[in-house]
């Protein structure tokens, strides 16, 4: 059974998808078009629950780290990007090339970026601090505004500023 919730955030209004054994999306606002039949509306769901209270708090300045257990659907290739996702410390950029390094496979560049564009549970998975070899912003599932502002909160937390400014 799959459950989800909408919650409003900084970067919109989110809907978190989960089933009893972890957090299954993050879908932001313009990927919501479409609803599991099966899928309840469960707002008092703990796993749910614990997701919005770190997103919250990842906006607020105070969580760098995620404990939500998470269970993306994904081939063997793209949980293995996924999961070297995780280790871009908060508040630092990666390239593409930086995780096919890291997954030992540095031609599969193509492949990286591949599956970084269909992680599924993007802030929980931190595509957002992947960034162009050249250091330009690429593309990003809830936009490249959304990307901005998830970078300006990584920055101004590691900066000592939680009075964000999320225009800025």
């Excluded at 089933?19 to 932001?28: E, F, I, K, R, S």
């Excluded at 105070?62 to 404990?67: I, L, N």
Aim: proline content about 6%.
């Amino acid at each position: 059974m799959d459950y989800h919730i909408h919650h409003q955030t900084p970067i919109g209004k989110i809907r978190l998808r989960a089933t009893d054994q972890g957090l299954l999306a993050l879908d932001h606002t313009n990927q919501q078009s479409t609803v599991d039949p099966h899928s309840e509306n469960k707002p008092t769901h703990p796993i749910l629950q614990q997701a919005i209270t770190e997103l919250d708090e990842y906006f607020a300045g105070t969580r760098r780290d995620f404990q939500t257990p998470l269970t993306p659907a994904g081939t063997t290739f793209q949980l293995s990007v996924w999961e070297a996702l995780r280790t871009i410390p908060y508040g630092e950029k990666a390239s593409y090339s930086d995780i096919a390094t890291h997954i030992s496979n540095p031609a599969a560049v193509r492949a990286v970026g591949a599956a970084n564009g269909r992680n599924p549970l993007s802030i929980f998975i931190p595509c957002h601090r992947i960034i162009g070899k050249n250091g330009t912003l690429t593309g990003y599932a809830g936009g490249l505004e959304v990307k901005k502002i998830l970078l300006r909160v990584e920055q101004q937390t590691l900066s000592g500023n939680n009075n964000f400014s999320l225009n800025a």
